[in-house]
């Protein structure tokens, strides 16, 4: 196929990507995992219904980092869970030592790829990442704001009985509990979303997709994957087409919104080159208040990371 995407960590959000990327036929796909068995399992599977789809697409399992060279994209999704009662922000320590771990095999194996980074806390990872490989501001991207966004779209479109198709919508800032939603920009059926939904009935929707991963592990006792995952592809999709689609994604900030030396959550470009461009999106005064806190949230995590 030529283009090639390598998944660090064969757990469901992992294991789901890798899925869907060979459903649309985007790249063959390499999935590396601590446990061989456990990737190489995951990937005999997928390439097995590859026949079934009519898509000649190699999806490959290792143990071993070296698999991902070549990779134009890695995509890290390694790391401990969160369980009920726990935060985002709970897993810090112990996934700092994978993405660590991860960054560095990147380095050496895949030095021209492009990196997208799912391990929570997510902000954090990601200034993590390009910290260790050294790649530049626009090879590594967080996913964030796109599963926020789809999310709080889910449920606005469930409360109009509208269809996804038809609400627009934008949440920046950290991806979790101080994300900021953008109800300036959010619409449906072209109409500003706050005059269809009355204000608290508004809140609950924000709160919701807010504690959207919190709701699922309640009810699954299990971390949400097939969302995580679409938003992950989504992005991977719009790299490799290099369509310039703009998406909400976690990125390192130099003067834009007001912040510099911290990665968060924003409007980018993406295309070949990772990202393009940082849209700067006019706010209004609570919403770049409650950005700036998000900021001083993302600031306090990473200065732990040391």
């Known amino acids: 196929m030529g283009r090639k995407v390598s998944i660090i960590g064969a757990g469901k959000v992992g294991a789901t990507t890798a899925h869907l990327i060979a459903l649309k036929g985007l790249a063959d796909v390499v999935i590396v995992n601590r446990t061989a068995g456990t990737a190489q399992g995951i990937a005999l599977d997928i390439r097995e219904g590859m026949p079934i789809e009519g898509l000649d697409v190699n999806v490959a399992g290792s143990g071993d980092y070296s698999a991902i060279a070549g990779s134009d994209i890695v995509v890290v999704t390694a790391g401990a869970q969160r369980k009920e009662g726990m935060s985002r922000d709970d897993l810090l320590k112990i996934n700092s030592q994978i993405v660590s771990e991860a960054a560095g095999a990147i380095k050496q194996h895949a030095p021209d790829s492009i990196v ?162 940082i849209m700067v999106l006019e706010v209004s005064d609570a919403e770049k208040k409650a950005l700036d806190e998000s900021a001083s949230k993302i600031s306090a995590m990473i200065s732990q990371i040391g």
């Not at 996804?164 to 979790?176: C, D, F, N, R, Y």
């Not at 269809?196 to 949400?224: C, F, P, T």
Request: charged share 25%; with cysteine.
């Open 116 to 277: 997208i980074v799912v391990t929570n806390p997510l902000d954090a990872m990601a200034y993590l990442m390009m910290r260790n490989t050294g790649f530049s501001k626009s090879r590594v991207i967080g996913m964030a704001g796109a599963l926020d966004s789809s999310r709080f779209a889910a449920f606005i479109a469930e409360e109009l009985r509208i269809s996804v198709k038809e609400v627009s919508t934008m949440i920046l800032g950290s991806h979790g509990d101080s994300m900021v939603p953008l109800i300036s920009q959010t619409t449906a059926k072209g109409e500003q979303v706050s005059k269809l939904i009355e204000k608290e009935k508004l809140d609950r929707i924000i709160a919701r997709a807010r504690d959207g991963g919190a709701e699922i592990i309640k009810l699954e006792q299990s971390s949400a994957y097939y969302a995580p995952a679409s938003s992950v592809v989504s992005m991977v999709e719009a790299v490799l087409k290099d369509s310039k689609k703009v998406i909400p994604c976690s990125a390192y900030l130099e003067g834009e919104y007001g912040h510099s030396g911290i990665f968060l959550g924003v409007p980018v470009m993406l295309g070949r080159g990772g990202i393009e461009k």
